[in-house]
């Protein structure tokens, strides 16, 4: 059943998602050592959404040479970014442009960094490196997603010198560098139509989504009030269309956040439950892109089996959550069953 494809914007050779010059950040897959200092007390009891507290970000390069740099930092996130649900929540990072020349942080101005969410459990930093998976997963198969960089991250709160913590973390690249780095314009629309959207990114992501089982997210709209997406970014380009990116996956039920629910009106028992949210105009591309990702799946794999830190108890569930997807479509009756009818 697996045919020749056309292109679906993976990278041609080298490392995907390489960036040698402008972004070094996002031109290496090896762990990054940084130490944050900050007023880190006042920064998750206050979560300010707008304004910034001043902080260091300090880290040896491969040269043995160790770099210090001014950082602002604030919460950011929306379900994330309350306490309810996390003690410690994700952060902004605010880098002065001119001081990280030369570093690794070069070209880099804001931030996104993705943290662990509660202090004292393990399993939530597990989680970290799970949704960090399904992010470089999706980078595997295309260049038209958000790069990532882990981390190992010593947070050191200057309002209490004892009060210190490393926990694995990662970062995401800015939309801006995606739209530089693609020759897109990212866009800001209130609601798009399918037939907007390219079609071949959109059914990628539809199946990724599906793979992961993530079904928190919308290609057309966003939630009430917001313009569209719903944890999708849009770009455009010459030809009209709207090339979908898709973040935020802590709802999949590969990562199976404690705090994750499905939406009530998809009627699924669980986020665990595989659930497929693609567009029925575009079924005709179903079985072109299950093989694509069938040519990708060994290097994911090997992304797993490989990832530091991830404990084996967690990198079994990963990989038997992918199972279940590799299963279902592996033959043409099975596409029709678990995707082409289940479409909306």
Do not use: W
């Not at 979560?47 to 950082?71: C, F, I, M, Q, W």
């Not at 499905?262 to 669980?270: A, D, E, Q, R, V």
């Amino acid at each position: 059943m697996f045919l020749c494809l056309p292109s679906f914007a993976a990278a041609e050779s080298g490392e995907i998602g390489a960036d040698t010059g402008a972004n070094p950040l996002f031109s290496s897959h090896s762990v990054l050592d940084i130490l944050i200092e900050a007023p880190m007390t006042q920064l998750m009891q206050e979560r300010p959404e707008e304004d910034y507290l001043d902080g260091k970000l300090s880290y040896t390069d491969t040269a043995g040479v160790a770099h210090t740099l001014d950082l602002k930092l604030r919460t950011r996130g929306k379900y994330r970014n309350q306490k309810k649900t996390c003690s410690f929540a994700p952060i902004r990072l605010n880098f002065r442009k001119k001081q990280v020349a030369g570093t690794e942080f070069a070209g880099q101005d804001k931030l996104k960094l993705i943290t662990h969410c509660k202090i004292g459990s393990d399993r939530n930093e597990q989680l970290v490196l799970k949704e960090y998976l399904a992010y470089r997963s999706l980078q595997i198969l295309t260049d038209k997603s958000f790069r990532s960089r882990l981390l190992r991250v010593t947070y050191v709160n200057s309002q209490n010198s004892k009060d210190t913590v490393t926990r694995f973390g990662f970062v995401i690249e800015d939309k801006s560098d995606i739209a530089d780095r693609m020759n897109l314009s990212s866009a800001k629309t209130p609601m798009i139509k399918y037939k907007d959207l390219d079609r071949r990114q959109a059914n990628l992501v539809s199946v990724f989504q599906y793979m992961i089982g993530n079904t928190d997210y919308s290609m057309i709209r966003g939630a009430l009030n917001d313009d569209c997406c719903h944890n999708i970014e849009l770009f455009t380009n010459d030809d009209g269309l709207y090339t979908p990116i898709p973040y935020d996956f802590d709802f999949a039920g590969v990562v199976n956040a404690p705090y994750a629910e499905p939406n009530p009106k998809l009627k699924i028992s669980s986020v665990r439950v595989h659930h497929y949210r693609g567009s029925c105009s575009n079924n005709y591309l179903l079985e072109e892109t299950v093989a694509y990702i069938h040519e990708h799946e060994a290097e994911i794999r090997t992304l797993i089996e490989n990832l530091d830190g991830l404990e084996e108890n967690y990198r079994k569930d990963f990989t038997k959550y992918l199972n279940v997807y590799f299963d279902r479509v592996s033959t043409p009756q099975k596409i029709e069953r678990y995707l082409s009818k289940k479409c909306s």
